[in-house]
């Protein structure tokens, strides 16, 4: 990831080496899989820390897939339950991009793309990671291909998947970020993913095999 902030050592700099941003480890640096040269640098006195850039550089082309996803349903499903689960998921995470590139603009940190091109689904712009719960081109071509109840039932068990890692990458948060807002940020998204994740799968034993 990119150095995009620059500050004189007499302010009071926190130098972060060998951090990883893309929010996908289960330790507190919530980060992994980045080179050990990166570079951070945080004032002294900042109300963020590197938990806190991980997490919103990480989440925003996680979400941004998840819409992806849901926008996949919104023309390839009549399943009623799938239309309402798709919607849902658009109308809460598309303002949430929103919230957490306005952060990192305000934290002088890179904004990640949310093109679909750009993310390229393996992560690559991002140290060549996967993030947790993300799909690959592979997934998403088949979920492309899919139709009727196979595509119903396909599209709920990747959602579902992509939905664990949300919450797994929130709780690397909750136990290492300093930014109360952030940290806000991700206990709801913990709340509200974990009931769409029950709710997943309930439909999915409904479902005919």
């Known amino acids: 990831m990119k150095k995009t902030r620059t500050a004189s050592l007499a302010l009071g700099l926190v130098l972060v080496t060998g951090v990883g941003l893309g929010a996908c480890s289960s330790d507190h640096s919530g980060m992994s899989g980045m080179s050990s040269s990166t570079t951070i640098e945080i004032p002294a006195n900042a109300n963020y820390n590197a938990t806190d850039i991980g997490f919103a550089q990480g989440m925003i082309p996680h979400h941004a897939q998840a819409i992806e996803m849901a926008d996949l349903a919104l023309t390839n499903t009549k399943n009623p339950d799938v239309l309402v689960l798709a919607n849902k998921i658009k109308a809460a995470q598309s303002p949430e991009i929103v919230k957490l590139s306005g952060w990192l603009r305000d934290w002088g940190q890179t904004v990640p793309s949310t093109a679909s091109g750009s993310m390229d689904h393996d992560m690559s712009g991002m140290g060549g990671m996967m993030m947790d719960g993300m799909m690959s081109q592979a997934d998403m071509d ?29 709780k690397t948060e909750v136990a290492g970020g300093k930014n109360p807002d952030a940290i806000a940020l991700a206990q709801a998204i913990i709340s509200s993913q ?14 005919p095999a």
């Open 142 to 170: 088949r979920l492309e291909t899919s139709t009727g109840t196979e595509f119903d039932r396909l599209w709920i068990e990747l959602m579902i998947q992509h939905h664990e890692g949300a919450v797994k990458m929130s």
């Open 194 to 207: 974990q009931a769409e994740i029950t709710t997943m799968e309930s439909l999915l034993k409904k479902m």
